[in-house]
């Protein structure tokens, strides 16, 4: 496996986008864009109850609503934990009959997320692309925020980040929350995932709403329930 990955497709490649919903996975599909590839699909991951992407809990009509909001097709595999590699791989054998090459994924600087993409990817005759790999985490936060990004926090780790910071947009008062607490600014230790609603690449706003209730099955997670907000404001 590399140490140093490949960070951005060629220009004019079509490439998927491994879509969580959150922060990173947009911010590495901006620069990738920005380097001139063309995004042909969001890979997304459900829970094998078809409700809920796998990452983050995101109701599955709220992944759908971002991915018609940014204009690009969306292709979901339901998958058990057990079976999520084998269901992962089945979707880049679909996604490289359409003539599509080069994936992009959102981590930073985690070898074991490096080294099963770039696997999963070569089984699948895909090359693996993470355009945020080696970046300082407060540096890629304060660029997300600086392009217009909003992200609304939606599951933190009660272990390591209160409760009360569910639903609110990640910002500069937040991160400096953060860093007073001594938070990952990124949350790449698990403290906390987020669903991005708004942005440069975004047609319009999200329109969400929070449910009633916090999920709290994820083990030492608890997570807020969003959907997507139905008629007026």
């Known amino acids: 496996m590399t140490v140093q990955p490949n960070l951005t497709p060629p ?12 922060k ?21 991951m459900i829970g094998e109850d078809g409700i809920r992407s796998r990452s983050h809990g995101l109701r599955r009509d709220v992944i759908a609503a971002q991915a018609a909001a940014m ?31 080069a994936g992009v994924f959102g981590d930073i ?13 070569a089984k699948a005759d895909i090359i693996s692309y993470l ?16 392009l217009g990004y909003k992200a609304l926090i939606v599951r933190v780790n009660e ?15 937040v991160v400096g929350e953060f860093q007073k607490t001594g938070v990952d600014p990124c949350g790449e230790n698990g403290e906390y995932h987020t669903v991005v609603v708004d ?26 329930d969003i959907h997507v907000r139905i008629g007026k404001e």
């Open 11 to 22: 220009k004019s490649a079509f490439f998927f986008n491994s879509w969580s919903g959150g």
């Open 24 to 44: 990173d996975s947009c911010l590495a599909l901006h620069r990738a864009c920005m380097a001139g590839a063309k995004p042909a699909c969001l890979l997304t």
């Open 71 to 101: 204009g690009i097709p969306l292709l979901t595999r339901c998958a058990t934990w057990a079976g999520y590699e084998a269901a992962f791989i089945d979707a880049l054998h679909e996604i490289r009959k359409q003539g599509i090459t």
């Open 109 to 121: 600087d985690f070898p074991p997320h490096l080294e099963w993409e770039e696997k999963v990817c």
């Open 131 to 146: 355009p945020l790999w080696g970046g300082a985490r407060p540096a890629l936060l304060h660029e997300f925020i600086t």
């Open 159 to 173: 272990n390591k980040l209160n409760r009360k910071f569910l639903g609110r947009i990640i910002d500069r008062d």
């Open 199 to 224: 942005g440069p690449i975004f047609s319009s706003p999200l329109s969400v709403e929070a449910g009633s209730s916090l999920n709290t099955e994820c083990s030492g997670y608890c997570t807020m």
